[in-house]
């Protein structure tokens, strides 16, 4: 019904930067909230950041600062623009979104992306 499919995962030195994508496709009515995660080797998924579908963010405090996370409706689609990069941040980062397939539901749905890897490391 609803697909998230991210783009921008790769390595990156300590100190660098990279951008991360997540487009929704499928049937799509309408696109609540949505949000970043991440989960490191042997480490439980964590809440990286959330916005909401008028653009309001919450950001963990580890990346306050240093991570802006933004969304274009008009093309279902969310970013992640991550700075200073730390080595402890090599995860795979997730995109997650609470969606409407179809105009007659009456409730919100969640959907996950199949996530992607992020290595901070020189």
């Known amino acids: 019904q609803v697909q998230l499919v991210e783009s921008g995962g790769g390595l990156v030195q300590p100190g660098g930067s990279l951008r991360l994508s997540c487009a929704a496709s499928?049937?799509?009515?309408?696109?609540?909230?949505m949000g970043w995660y991440r989960q490191a080797p042997e480490k439980q998924r964590e809440l990286v950041a959330t916005?909401?579908?008028?653009?309001?963010?919450i950001y963990a405090d580890s990346v306050k600062g240093r991570f802006a996370i933004s969304r274009d409706n008009a093309k279902n689609t969310l970013y992640l623009q991550m700075n200073s990069l730390k080595p402890e941040e090599t995860a795979v980062y997730y995109c997650?979104?609470?969606?409407?397939?179809?105009?007659?539901?009456?409730?919100?749905?969640?959907?996950w992306s199949q996530g992607t890897q992020v290595t901070v490391s020189s």
């Open positions: 997650n979104a609470d969606a409407k397939p179809s105009a007659v539901l009456k409730r919100w749905f969640n959907f």
């Open positions: 499928g049937s799509i009515f309408s696109i609540n909230d």
């Open positions: 916005i909401t579908s008028g653009g309001s963010a």
